[in-house]
């Protein structure tokens, strides 16, 4: 079955910087676009970042363009959000995505919290 697992998050000051990662299994990772979404308590989960599924493609929010790098390793079937330049309203549960035709599989979630 479809796992997503991400790991890296924490308390972070404003200004830093985090990596996140996702180790993905179950299904052929490479074949796949995925996503990095967030969720901050009170809003609604947002797409963070896209990459394509062999990497060459990506997309960012708005929010995050220029501090964010998503990208991938398909040879170890994981999925990366460097987070530069973090600011407090980063403050999210971070989670990876992927959809398989009509299917939504998500991980966990990993906690990142920027404060000083």
């Known amino acids: 079955q479809v796992q997503l697992v991400e790991s890296g998050g924490g308390l972070v000051q404003p200004g830093g910087s985090l990596r996140l990662s996702c180790a993905a299994s179950?299904?052929?990772?490479?074949?796949?676009?995925v996503n990095w979404y967030r969720q901050a308590p009170g809003k609604e989960r947002e797409r963070v970042a896209t990459i394509s599924s062999a990497g060459a493609y990506t997309n960012y929010a708005d929010s995050v363009k220029g501090r964010f790098t998503i990208s991938r390793d398909n040879a170890k079937n994981t999925l990366y959000l460097q987070m530069n330049s973090l600011k407090p309203e980063d403050t999210a549960v971070y989670y990876c995505?992927?959809?398989?035709?009509?299917?939504?599989?998500w991980g966990q979630g990993t906690q990142v919290t920027v404060s000083s």
């Open positions: 995505n992927v959809w398989r035709g009509t299917d939504a599989y």
């Open positions: 179950g299904f052929t990772f490479s074949n796949y676009a």
